[in-house]
């Protein structure tokens, strides 16, 4: 299924590394750069992978960007996995 995830990267060398393995219908964004690292929007065309799960963020509300018609679906899976400590 189809997966849209956040993410910040400590820097862009870990972001670039990472977005390497992306595969060919995954959509990445960068949308940020922030004291914390590189923040990046990505559309999976599958699960996320298990090897970005450590820089995965739940900003509230979605935060500057979204894919189109992907509000409803990030807002559920904030509910769902978000942590007290991610939002």
């Not at 060398?13 to 393995?21: C, E, N, R, S, V």
């Not at 219908?25 to 999976?44: H, T």
């Not at 509910?79 to 939002?87: G, L, V």
């Amino acid at each position: 299924m189809a997966t849209f995830r956040k993410f910040v990267f400590p820097d862009q060398a870990t972001a670039d590394k990472l977005l390497a393995y992306l595969q060919p219908l995954d959509f990445p964004v960068a949308v940020w750069n922030i004291e914390k690292g590189v923040g990046v929007d990505i559309l999976f065309n599958e699960d996320c992978p298990k090897h970005f799960e450590p820089y995965l963020v739940w900003p509230t509300p979605c935060g500057v960007h979204s894919f189109s018609g992907w509000e409803e679906q990030y807002a559920e899976d904030h509910k769902e996995f978000a942590t007290f400590s991610d939002k």
